[in-house]
């Protein structure tokens, strides 16, 4: 029996060293890594420079604590605020701690400023914020809440980018509206053009502040630094987290000049976040990914591999769809063609590929920014062999013979 709580169903790989867009297990074999560590590893595995930064870091000071002053953490609080064009920082260690603060903060300003006793923040359906009990409440995946009650209160929930759901609210205690630009966990879903503006636009006009979890699609994922610059606005408060260190753990809340003071001393706090040997990690990526153009390639490449995608699969009867910004990726399937996709990952490390199921019909896609024209060519095949292959399985054990021809006859297309 293991030591670890079962919170996990492992896929039994080990992996012992990385590098690029590729991991080798135990035994040597290399897998191309089409999920970068759940967006987390946006330079690939063992970048050279974050890997230096790292270790000379570690070896001169890892860890002094938030009683001091962090010169590192203060560098990279301005690199965000210039790249954001927001005005203050918190730092922390996660995505969920992230959010927290993004609650913490917008109630507060809401007590504070707007005088509301019991502060109330929008939520969307289907949305993913994290797992500690606050982010778990602003969490649209009953999935995720079960077991969990009494979850704390003042989330107000309506259906993700519907625009009208949003205007019929007739609270006077809603000071905030909570989103994810595009709904990572939820499918990777996107809303629909112009719908994150007109809901800056509606914020302006009833005084809610807009907060936007960018945990997944933030540093560039999406082919922009942050995914509301597609959109062109600005968040009130911004959160971000997994590709920022690489790999080394360190989350941020970012906002406005206006809404930060509601942060004084003691009223929030973290014991490791922004610490000398996470900041210095930040600050590499940051420089890597400026330096070497990688935010245009995540547009370039993830357009480049869904044009892929649809070539190989096009017409294929369980492809219901295949969405994505930059290089994150959806690929709906209808399981009552493919069958049951939890097998799925496992088939792919079957072939050397790492690939993540979402939503239970999404094949997700999320490899780093720095993989290579091969690369997602050779994704984009052997993506296609899986869903070709797991359909015909399906097809298979179905009573009817004509699914199974037809499954066979929309197995992927070989490129020119």
Same mark, same amino acid.
């Given at each position: 029996?293991?030591?670890?709580?079962?919170?996990?169903k492992?896929?039994?790989?080990?992996?012992?060293?990385?590098?690029?867009s590729?991991?080798f297990d135990?035994?040597?074999?290399?897998y191309?890594?089409?999920?970068?560590g759940?967006?987390?590893?946006?330079?690939?595995?063992s970048h050279?420079?974050?890997?230096?930064?790292?270790a000379?870091q570690?070896?001169?000071?890892?860890h002094?604590?938030? !009683?001091?002053?962090?010169?590192?953490?203060?560098?990279l %609080?301005?690199?965000l605020? @210039?790249?954001s064009?927001?005005?203050?920082?918190?730092?922390?260690?996660?995505?969920?701690?992230a959010?927290?603060?993004? +609650?913490k !903060?917008?109630?507060?300003?809401? &007590?504070?400023e707007?005088?509301?006793?019991?502060?109330?923040?929008?939520?969307?359906?289907g949305?993913?914020?994290?797992?500690?009990?606050?982010?778990?409440?602003a969490t *649209?995946?009953?999935?995720?809440?079960?077991?969990?009650?009494p979850?704390?209160?003042?989330?107000v929930r309506?259906?993700?980018? /519907?625009?009208?759901? !949003?205007?019929?609210?007739?609270?006077?205690r809603?000071?905030a #509206?909570l989103?994810?630009? +595009?709904?990572?966990e939820?499918?990777v879903?996107?809303?629909?053009e112009?719908?994150l503006a007109?809901?800056?636009?509606?914020?302006d006009a009833r005084?809610?502040?807009l907060?936007?979890?960018?945990?997944?699609?933030?540093?560039g994922?999406t082919g922009r630094m942050?995914?509301?610059e &597609?959109?062109?606005?600005?968040?009130?408060?911004v959160?971000i987290?997994?590709a920022?260190?690489?790999g080394?753990p360190i989350?941020?809340c970012?906002?406005t000049?206006?809404?930060?003071?509601?942060f004084?001393?003691?009223?929030?706090?973290?014991t490791?976040?922004?610490?000398p040997?996470?900041?210095?990690a930040?600050? %590499?990526?940051?420089?890597?990914?400026?330096?070497? *153009?990688w935010?245009?390639?995540?547009?370039?490449?993830?357009?480049?591999?869904?044009?892929c !995608?649809?070539?190989?699969?096009d017409?294929?009867p369980? #492809?219901?769809?295949?969405?994505?910004?930059?290089?994150?990726?959806g690929?709906e399937?209808?399981?009552a063609?493919?069958?049951?996709l939890?097998s799925?990952?496992?088939?792919?490390?079957?072939?050397?590929?790492?690939?993540?199921v979402t939503?239970?019909?999404? #094949?997700?896609l999320l490899?780093?920014?720095? +993989?290579r024209d091969?690369?997602w060519?050779?994704?984009? /095949?052997?993506?296609?062999t899986? +869903?070709?292959?797991?359909?015909a399985?399906?097809a298979? @054990?179905s009573?009817?013979?004509s699914l199974?021809?037809?499954?066979?006859?929309?197995?992927?297309?070989?490129?020119?």
């Amino acid at each position: 029996m293991s030591a670890l709580m079962p919170t996990y169903k492992r896929l039994p790989v080990a992996f012992t060293r990385g590098e690029g867009s590729w991991l080798f297990d135990e035994q040597g074999r290399a897998y191309l890594d089409g999920i970068a560590g759940i967006a987390v590893c946006l330079l690939g595995h063992s970048h050279p420079r974050v890997a230096a930064a790292i270790a000379e870091q570690a070896q001169t000071l890892m860890h002094t604590s938030n !009683l001091y002053r962090i010169p590192l953490q203060e560098q990279l %609080a301005e690199r965000l605020c @210039q790249l954001s064009g927001l005005d203050a920082v918190f730092f922390c260690n996660s995505g969920a701690e992230a959010n927290e603060a993004a +609650i913490k !903060l917008a109630r507060r300003y809401a &007590h504070d400023e707007r005088g509301i006793d019991e502060p109330q923040i929008v939520v969307a359906d289907g949305a993913f914020h994290g797992r500690t009990l606050g982010a778990l409440a602003a969490t *649209g995946n009953p999935s995720a809440q079960h077991g969990f009650a009494p979850l704390p209160g003042g989330f107000v929930r309506t259906p993700y980018a /519907d625009i009208e759901s !949003l205007r019929a609210l007739d609270d006077e205690r809603i000071c905030a #509206v909570l989103l994810e630009p +595009i709904q990572g966990e939820g499918g990777v879903r996107i809303p629909p053009e112009g719908y994150l503006a007109a809901v800056r636009e509606l914020c302006d006009a009833r005084g809610w502040l807009l907060l936007l979890d960018e945990i997944q699609t933030g540093i560039g994922r999406t082919g922009r630094m942050f995914a509301y610059e &597609h959109a062109e606005i600005r968040p009130d408060v911004v959160t971000i987290a997994k590709a920022l260190g690489n790999g080394m753990p360190i989350g941020a809340c970012l906002t406005t000049a206006a809404v930060a003071p509601s942060f004084g001393p003691g009223s929030h706090g973290t014991t490791f976040g922004g610490n000398p040997l996470a900041a210095r990690a930040a600050l %590499a990526v940051l420089d890597v990914l400026e330096q070497e *153009g990688w935010v245009a390639n995540a547009a370039e490449a993830g357009t480049a591999l869904r044009e892929c !995608l649809r070539e190989q699969l096009d017409g294929h009867p369980a #492809v219901r769809e295949i969405r994505g910004q930059g290089l994150m990726i959806g690929i709906e399937l209808d399981t009552a063609l493919t069958g049951d996709l939890s097998s799925l990952p496992q088939r792919g490390l079957d072939h050397g590929l790492l690939i993540n199921v979402t939503a239970g019909s999404v #094949v997700r896609l999320l490899p780093p920014l720095t +993989i290579r024209d091969q690369e997602w060519m050779h994704l984009a /095949d052997g993506v296609a062999t899986l +869903i070709a292959e797991q359909t015909a399985a399906a097809a298979s @054990q179905s009573s009817d013979p004509s699914l199974a021809h037809s499954s066979a006859s929309s197995s992927a297309k070989p490129r020119a």
